[in-house]
């Protein structure tokens, strides 16, 4: 891995962690190589596919979003969300960054992304749960962006998930913050009672939401 020199003569890669436009440029932490091209490997692939060897990125994106390097957080969000565009997970679950140049696995503490904001429109079963992330990133809970909830054997706390992108059940998710997930608690509908607009408890089945003709149970799995 390559010391990454940021300046503003760079529209991709912008000034230095921590800088704003009108500072001197300076030399970043150490980063993946080639900023300037990291927009080119969106396509699809993992690192389970790649052959090149890991490089082993000291960065972690902790359970709140926040991305750390060396212990720092990156303070450039134009920054993450580049970086963020060649995220991947493979088949083991592992996290990693792939470049044109090279590629490295990272630490993710929870999930790489977080739902800080719900959208409703329209009602019962015909209604569509829209969430923004903490990258100003939006998706519409449905089928091919499911609502999960897992369950700490430990605590008996629910964690409530939606897919962001990739396959389903492999791929990069954001969990959804207290105050989303305790707004999406309140439209909680049990599934036989959906019809009539019955609160939860009204029906026998679970309690849970509809997007885009889809019952997401909110009870756990």
Known sequence: MVDCVMTESKPDAGPGIGQDAADKPAT????????????AARGPGDGGSDTR????YDIRIARDGTWFYHGSPIGRLPLVKLFSTVLRRD????????????RGRIRVDDAPFVAVEMRREGEGRGQALSFRTNLDHWVTAGAEHPIRVAID???????????????????LEARLNRPVFYELADMALAKDGAKDGAKEGAGDGPAGVWSQGVFFRLEGA
């Open 53 to 56: 060897p890991d490089e082993g």
């Open 153 to 171: 054997p430990a605590t008996g706390e629910p964690s409530p998930y939606i897919h962001v992108r990739g396959d389903i059940g492999r791929g």
């Open 91 to 102: 088949e083991a679950g592992d996290y990693w960054l792939i470049t044109p140049a090279e």
């Open 28 to 39: 970043a932490p150490e980063g993946p190589a080639d900023l300037a091209g990291l927009r």
